[in-house]
């Protein structure tokens, strides 16, 4: 095994003569959990899919134990033991739980899957704490946070040698991500690598041992945890201090202010109960919570996309139950929500970056004729200006744009329609540190211009730091709702697991 | 069990409908519920069923075979020449025909895989490439298939159909290979997103051939069939089976977005489509009604089987 198992020499790789990795040295030894550090763009997903054969090196050599490696596919990178947990899902919707495990390392016997690979695929499951997910269940009847756990459990089934993790913990709450360590941890001891990206600072303090930081295709430096302080490492990432990364507080709103967005006794199936909750113009209202606790729901119920919906939505004053997205934007009501899955329901993947830009304001032109030249444009142009967003071409499909820019292009088809209101559903995740801070500046922004604005999120440091007031979301009813000094981590904590009433019997 | 039953909501409601069907088709039919009359309804079931299967497997990796019925053509022409004779050369030629049923599969295939053309195109293309060479064999229908063979493929044992046993085993083997085994599970896998399947390290292009091969085998078998069944090769046939192959899919609750259904679902869903026909013609409507019926009826089909639709509380899910 000698001391080293992957190492990287002087390898360089190019998309279309622009460079994504130029002469990287990097290596990583077997059971220690060293992570990747960088912005968009930085060049860690291009590392990752180098080492999980996805793409080949266009100079310079990989290794692993000291023998070069070449690998044409993924499956040839899991035949080495390596085993690339990718933040793109990499299960097959319509294949049960059971199936899409076992299919990632089948064994058969005369020609058929063992069953007591099943087994094994269960305890995989029950070990990286997805116990409540039946192994007969279909991926595609699972929430993100689940499918990321059955990804976890997928990879930790192959028995890697050399594992990463790419913002593989992205849609898990802090309780999940726990669990998830302990299994690295364990792996850790069993002397397997495990590289972790995550834009998450604490738990890169969390779990790794080493830190490796890159920046615009190179490898920068490389140190073990605690030899920096955080607001250092993000300086080497990108030259800013973490300050920086959130705008200074607002003045609180006054509560006289009126609602623009009131929500009162809303409830659904059994998902939502009486939930009340309300936003005035110019705040920032955090929803928050463990996942699934209603928070996500809420939204949809609000935007119009639930059936059978009980209770009163109003937006300055004008009732909304029953009314769909197509009326909800129009201008008199204003309504605007920045979805979950920005790759899914945020876009349009294969249209360009212009033509997305644009479909969120189809609806309002006259006949839905489009207004080519007209001051939508001007709009647009200002939005992209305004967000900074980083393209080619504005005629480049909107797939080839990093995460961050396509989060912003999401944004941008929302905010040409100027919204009173701008529902926003964990809009940052998976998403690097410099666009995070340009959001946050912008939404305050939007805040200060007089909008409501609501923000789900399961990042904590977003909603204490950028929140006027965060409701706590627990078991499909705001559990509690926080503002000002009690806005911290464990209040936050606290109130998501529901334990805020003993806090409650002191006061 | 339940959950099972949910997953399997739509074989379930086109297995119901087959029932009322049939049970409807015995009632009306003048000689009712006799050995004949169900081995002729279960022949000619076994024709489209075959077809439907082969439809399936390349529906099932998001393809759509447009070429099924000019296959089934093919080979039953190749069919018309070859068995015949002596037990072993009858032997071969059986092989024979199955390996040009493959031969064409594989051309699809491999067109489809490295030839990055869109399935529905090169299977129009190939399909009529294969009807072609089928005409071009035997002009007018024609040939001479083993009598005694035929007998016993076509007639019934202890009152039951031997298509009907024939279906049944073909459908046993094929739901343990793609159950039971990492090839079959492959193929929904690659059907159900061909990206995750590479990513989790599945053969997808391979996988894709063994999905367009085992459509070009089931179709040779359904080609073997209809010489059983005709005593004949016609190169004419085709068209019908295409259709019907692409409808019957779709009634048994395979999706055409790939990844979703079973070759029982497409065997229900030509067997209904096999009884609407047989109901029509015993319902003494005018000859010419009926294709607006056999529409009419396939349409509420589909429409029952979409009323899920309502029951969806999410509109999101709508749009999955």
Known sequence: MADRYVELKSVSKSYGGVPALTKVDFRCEPGRVHAILGENGAGKSTLMKLLAGVIQPDSGTISIGGQT????????????????????????????????????????RMGLVERGVYQEAREALDLVGARSIPLGARVSGLSLSERQLVEIAKAVFRKPKLLILDEATSALTSELVETVFGVLRMLKAQGVAILFISHRMHEVDAIADRISVFRNGRHIETFDVGARTTDQIVGLMIGRSL????????????????????????????????????????????????????????????????????GRIELNGKRLNGLKP??????????????????????????????NMRLA??????????????????????????????????????????????????LAKWLVLSPKCLLLMDPTRGIDLGTKAQIYRLLTDLAAEGMAVILQSTDYEELIHLCDRVYVFYRGSVAKELKGDQLSADALIAASMNVHLHAGARA | MTTRLRQNARE???????????????????????????????NEGTLLGLAAIAQFFVVLVKGIDLSVGSVVALTNVVASFVLNGSPTS??????????????????????????RVQPIVTTLATGGMFSGIALLLRPTPGGSIDETMSDALTYAVAGIPVSAIVLVVVLVALLVLLRRTTVGLGLYGVGSSEQSAYMTGLRVNRLKLVAYSSSGFVAALAGI?????????????????????????????????????????????????????SLMFFSGLPPLAQPFFEGLILATAIALGALGVFRVRSRLELYR
Request: some cysteine; hydrophobic content about 45%; overall charge neutral.
């Open chain 1, 69 to 108: 490696v070449r690998f044409s596919s993924p499956r040839d990178a899991a035949k080495q033991g390596t085993v690339c947990m990718f933040q793109e899902l990499s299960l097959m919707p319509h294949l049960s739980v059971g199936d899409n495990i076992v299919l990632a390392a089948p064994r058969t």
């Open chain 1, 326 to 355: 197509p009326r909800l934007k129009q201008s008199d009501i204003g309504l605007a929500l920045v979805p979950e899955d920005r790759k899914t329901e945020g876009l349009i993947p294969s249209m360009s970056v212009a033509q």
């Open chain 2, 12 to 42: 379930a409601i086109a297995a119901l409908a087959l029932v009322v069907l049939f049970t409807g088709y015995i009632a009306i039919h003048p000689r009712g519920f006799s050995t004949y009359v169900v081995t002729i309804w279960s």
């Open chain 1, 361 to 410: 304001a189809l609806g309002r032109a006259p006949f839905g004729l489009l207004d080519l030249n007209g001051n939508s444009d001007a709009r647009l142009r200002q939005l992209i200006e305004r967000l900074a967003l980083t393209y080619g071409s504005l005629e480049d499909p909107v797939a080839t744009l990093s995460g961050g820019n396509q989060q912003k292009v999401v």
């Open chain 1, 243 to 310: 300050e920086e990364l959130f705008p200074p507080r607002r003045p609180p709103v006054p509560d006289t202010t009126p609602a623009v967005l009131d929500v009162s006794d809303v409830s659904w199936q059994s998902q939502l109960v009486n939930v009340s909750l309300a936003a005035r113009a110019g705040e920032i209202v955090g929803l928050g919570g463990l996942d699934a606790q209603g928070q996500q729901q809420i939204m949809h119920a609000v935007f119009g996309v639930l059936r059978g919906v009980t």
């Open chain 2, 225 to 277: 069939y209809v010489s059983m069944v005709t005593l004949t090769g016609d190169p004419n046939i085709g068209p019908s089976y295409t259709l019907n192959s692409i409808a019957a899919v779709v009634l048994g609750g395979v999706a055409l977005s790939g990844g979703v259904g079973s070759p029982i679902g497409a065997v229900i869903g030509a067997l209904i489509l096999k009884t609407i026909s």
């Open chain 2, 90 to 115: 009858i032997a071969l030629g059986m092989v024979a025909v199955l390996a040009v049923g493959v031969a064409c599969g594989l051309v699809n295939g491999i067109a489809v895989v490295h030839g």
